[in-house]
């Protein structure tokens, strides 16, 4: 049922004449869960919208649902599922209508769209919420919604334009668990855009981290954290601002720092930060550049006092600028 | 408590205004009617017809309206092209026109010296007037509804979220089903406050029907005619006061029908 998806040499220009996105070559396997992760403006959605067929790309650019070109086929011919960031339920339904409206538009018998609504609703325990309008539900529950109505219709592809972004906190993090889980239960091909990188680590099989209508580097988490291919991907996987350049060669994560009290050190704290897990701390060296280190808590560690830095086994990355 | 007099005192000075400027004025415009001024609405069947007729015209209009500015404003809501805004200057243009003056346009397209008239003739065929029948009071009286109607409907059009549209696309829908199940709901509230004025300003349009309305009676003619022409008070008095409580209570019905957005 889920299939592998190919982009050929899509790019996409504006009306305008802006470059939303640079020709690009793509290839999502079958079942496969992919990121695309960036700042705002780096191309994601628009990537996303060449693949559901929401915008046309280029001359000379090609969409490919499992080897059968779809490049112009219109986004209500190509069986794909969407959630939105804005939710985009449908106001004037209630929530059993809204998740079986792809069956409904479709065709599909009406007790076997029922059938199908009632397991939709048991799976993402709406049940007792079927006959509620949608303005009567919370935004985590409306985001369920969104999501079954997204899956009733069985579709080849999901494709979810930030759907977690309009959440708070705790609540962005418990759906992410439950997409999760339902990603790994449906097996399907799901391509998800966030600029959340917590978020991007967690969901995806593998990640694309895009930088102005470019992808800047495909790999799994680990791949990107460990091996960025360059400063951007460096500095955006990872809490922002965390990683330190020096000479522009050489890339330390600040968890990688050991920090030893030494009147002799070359450097000085300047602050210090507790957050619970580490203690983050800022040091400065006498030539003036400042560098971050994650350590573990030590009262030692104050402003003004001399240390050196030491570094945790092989943590040096090179990484081309 | 205190704070409930406060308001109160702070709300009276437009009490005393709604008070004196309408309540007033209105319920010496019910008892002026008097008795006889209603039993001869009753008695004559020109006064009922003519009422009857003034609705009817109305709600034609209306729905005319709302079809013609619902299709012209989803389209200028979501279509960016070059001449659109003057395009849009051009169809809101008779909000500046008084009612005689469309009344005059009408004439001078289907009167008997007009420019269809004119056209007819010349193709050899019948000299085709209308412009005083019912057919040319609908004219005028949609030529100056749409604006009003168009641009209400274009504002709630250009709010409705797009991507409502495209979560009914991705989920197989057709155009049609996309403009039954989003749009026309989406926009739906103000179809009804957009028709409700329409329908409340074309029974009481008095210019347009001034000029055209030599062969139809509408009520507002009825009322200048029996007020300024047979001096009857006490008949266009009742008369007003049925206009307004007939207006009123379509009005009322469409507010019920669009959850309070109606006028």
Not at chain 1, 69 to 74: G, K, M, Q, Y
Not at chain 2, 94 to 98: G, N, Q, R
């Given at each position: 049922m889920s299939i592998a998806i190919s982009l050929r040499n899509c790019g996409k220009t504006w009306?305008?004449?802006?470059?939303?996105?640079?020709p690009i070559d793509m290839e999502i396997t079958a079942g496969e869960t992919l990121v695309l992760l960036g700042?705002?403006?780096?191309g994601k959605t628009t990537l996303l919208r060449l693949i559901a067929g929401l915008e046309l790309p280029d001359d000379g650019g090609t969409v490919l649902f499992d080897g059968k070109?779809?490049?112009?086929?219109?986004i209500e011919r190509r069986n794909v599922g969407m959630v939105f960031q804005s939710y985009a339920?449908?106001?004037?339904?209630?929530v059993a209508a809204n998740i079986g409206y792809g069956l409904r538009v479709r065709g599909i018998p009406k007790n076997e769209t029922q059938k199908r609504v009632a397991e939709m609703l048991e799976m993402m325990r709406l049940t007792d919420f079927r006959?509620?309008?949608?303005?009567?539900?919370s935004g985590g529950q409306r985001q369920r919604v969104a999501l079954a109505r997204a899956i009733a219709p069985r579709p080849q592809v999901l494709l979810l334009d930030e759907?977690?972004?309009?959440?708070d906190a705790r609540l962005r993090d418990q759906l992410r668990q439950e997409i999760d889980a339902l990603l790994r239960a449906l097996g399907i091909t799901a391509i998800y855009v966030t600029h959340d990188q917590s978020e991007a680590m967690a969901l995806g099989d593998r990640i694309c981290v895009m930088e102005a209508g470019r992808i800047a580097q495909i790999g799994s988490g680990r791949d990107l954290y460990?091996?960025?291919?360059?400063e951007f991907v460096a500095h955006f996987i990872?809490?922002?601002?965390k990683n330190v350049v020096i000479n522009g060669e050489v890339i330390l994560r600040p968890e990688d720092l050991r920090l030893r009290p030494n009147p002799n050190g070359a450097f000085i704290i300047t602050r210090v930060t507790f957050l619970g897990p580490v203690l983050r701390v800022m040091v400065r060296h006498d030539d003036g550049q400042e560098l971050r280190a994650d350590v573990p808590?030590?009262?030692?560690?104050?402003?003004g006092t001399q240390v050196e830095v030491i570094l945790r086994k092989s943590s040096l990355m090179a990484a081309e600028r | 408590m205190h704070d409930r007099l406060r308001a109160g005192l702070l709300i009276a000075p437009a009490l005393a205004i709604f008070l004196a400027f309408f309540l007033i004025p209105l319920g010496y415009l019910a008892v002026a009617g008097g008795a006889g001024g209603y039993s001869a609405i009753l008695t004559e069947p020109r006064f009922l017809r003519s009422l009857v007729s003034t609705l009817l015209v109305a709600a034609a209009t209306t729905v005319i309206t709302l079809f013609i500015s619902t299709i012209m404003g989803l389209f200028l809501a979501r279509v960016r092209f070059r001449g659109r805004s003057t395009l849009l200057a051009l169809l809101t243009l008779?909000?500046?026109?008084?009612g005689v003056v469309v009344g005059y346009l009408v004439i001078m397209l289907a009167?008997?010296?007009?420019l269809i008239a004119e056209v007819s003739m010349a193709l050899g065929g019948d000299r085709i007037?209308?412009?005083?029948?019912l057919a040319g009071l609908l004219l005028g009286y949609v030529y100056f509804s749409i604006p009003r109607t168009l641009l209400t409907l274009m504002a709630a059009a250009e709010k409705l979220d797009p991507r409502l549209e495209e979560a009914a696309r991705s989920l197989g829908a057709s155009p049609f089903g996309v403009l039954r199940d989003v749009l026309l709901p989406g926009i739906a509230p103000a179809m009804a406050a957009a028709g409700a004025i329409c329908f409340a300003t074309a029974t009481g349009a008095f210019g347009t029907a001034f000029a055209l309305a030599s062969r139809i009676d509408v009520l507002p003619m009825v009322i200048y005619t029996e007020f300024?022409?047979?001096?009857n008070l006490a008949v266009a008095a009742a008369l007003s006061f049925l206009l307004g409580i007939a207006t009123w209570a379509v009005l009322a019905v469409a507010r019920g029908a669009s959850g309070g957005a109606a006028a």
């Open positions: 009306p305008g004449g802006a470059r939303g996105l640079l700042p705002s403006g780096c070109e779809v490049t112009r086929l219109p339920l449908f106001p004037n339904m209630d006959h509620r309008r949608i303005d009567a539900l759907p977690l972004s309009a959440l460990h091996n960025p291919a360059n990872g809490d922002a601002n808590d030590d009262p030692s560690l104050q402003p | 008779p909000l500046a026109f008084p009167g008997r010296q007009g007037v209308f412009a005083y029948s300024t022409l047979q001096a």
